[in-house]
């Protein structure tokens, strides 16, 4: 028995905009870009919210729409978890999962977010697996808890809204768009059959972007009262020292983008990458004999094909989806996941697995029968 993956969503923006509309931004070139990312377009989010594409995304999961792949229509009664996993909510407080709860009248789930970038879904779905072993009905130590018997899983992110489209090097990258997945407890399939995630220190701060939300304090250090003008002024330091903001931004920066050292971040991206894959295969006694496709976080070509080459496995052997999306950080296993069911590469029994790397850093992977 175990937590089957049943139903598939994905929604994107309304805007496209292709390699070459970035030609008029920055010092760049359609080919440039496609060479060394393999992208060619992205969508960007001008009037949808996070919230509107998890929204769309999880309607198409449930069922309740023609557009996703699911295995039958979930009432909104039958959902017992949310986890929401993003880096760019429209809110901090209330989390995303509780604002998708409330708008999809999931009376019954119980609903958190998780920050894990890149890695979001990989981290969102195996927390919802262990929640289900754990709470589902029929285990062992189900009594005394929430009974958790399904759940829907989302990767959503607006990165173009902490994107800085003056850094050729980065503007060229993100997308916006949302994924969903159901899953539920079922005695009769195997579902997830193996997880394996695992956290790095990102020492150099390779990949960061500041918070803009410090309120000023009205304190001084020694505990007094600071005058009027002062506080109206201040801001925290705290995280920005943490991760040396006042070096990454410079003069004249925006100061909530998102940062990335481009050859640090592919030299970690590579190796996890690998690494995720032969240990969750490890884990669940398979090889890679055993796998039908793999779904990998969409972040660059030249990593999938860095993968590839390591695994000893054609391209065809990965999905393929970031031409058309670029790098949506926690979006982009669902919506690459929902690709392969649209594509066909995904039947009934077959084993699949979702590998992710990101932020922080993090890194994981998903095995399933689906």
């Known amino acids: 028995m175990g937590s089957a993956l049943v139903g598939f969503g ?38 949808e919210t996070n919230a509107d594409l998890a929204e769309a995304a ?144 990102d020492f150099a701060n390779a990949l960061s972007s500041p918070a803009a939300y410090d309120a000023p304090q009205p304190f001084n250090a020694d505990g007094t009262l600071k005058e009027v003008p002062a506080l109206l002024g201040a801001a925290e330091q705290g995280i920005d020292d943490e991760l040396g903001v006042a070096e990454l931004v410079g003069a004249g920066r925006p100061r909530q983008v998102l940062y990335m050292d481009g050859p640090k971040v592919f030299k970690f991206a590579a190796e996890a990458m690998t690494e995720a894959v032969n240990q969750v295969l490890s884990r669940a006694n398979l090889s890679l004999d055993d796998i039908a496709c793999i779904i990998p976080h969409q972040a660059n070509e030249r990593i999938i094909k860095y993968a590839a080459k390591k695994l000893n496995r054609p391209m065809d052997f990965f999905q393929l989806s970031i031409a058309h999306t670029g790098n949506t950080s926690a979006a982009s296993v669902p919506m690459a996941l929902c690709d392969a069911y649209a594509n066909g590469r995904i039947n009934r029994g077959d084993k699949i697995i979702l590998v992710a790397f990101g932020g922080g850093f993090t890194s994981g992977a998903v095995l399933y029968e689906a």
Not at 31 to 45: C, D, F, K, L
């Open 10 to 47: 994905k929604a994107v923006p309304a805007l496209v905009v292709a390699n070459e509309t970035l030609e008029t931004l920055v010092d760049t070139s359609d080919e440039w870009i496609v060479t060394r990312t393999g992208i060619q377009s992205r969508h960007v989010a001008i009037g």
């Open 58 to 201: 999880a309607r198409d999961a449930l069922g309740w729409t023609n557009g996703g792949f699911s295995e039958r229509r979930f009432d909104a009664s039958e959902i017992d978890l949310v986890v929401f996993a993003t880096i760019t909510p429209d809110t901090v407080c209330p989390s995303m999962a509780g604002l998708l709860r409330r708008r999809l009248g999931l009376e019954n789930a119980i609903a958190f977010d998780v920050n894990a970038a890149c890695t979001g879904f990989v981290y969102g779905t195996t927390i919802a697996e262990s929640m289900m072993a754990a709470c589902a009905p029929t285990s062992a130590g189900a009594a005394g808890r929430n009974p958790i018997r399904r759940a829907l899983v989302i990767g959503a992110e607006r990165l173009t809204r902490l994107t800085n489209w003056a850094d050729r090097n980065t503007c060229v990258l993100f997308g916006d768009g949302a994924g969903a997945a159901v899953l539920e407890w079922d005695e009769t399939r195997p579902g997830i059959m193996g997880s394996f995630i695992v956290n790095q220190d």
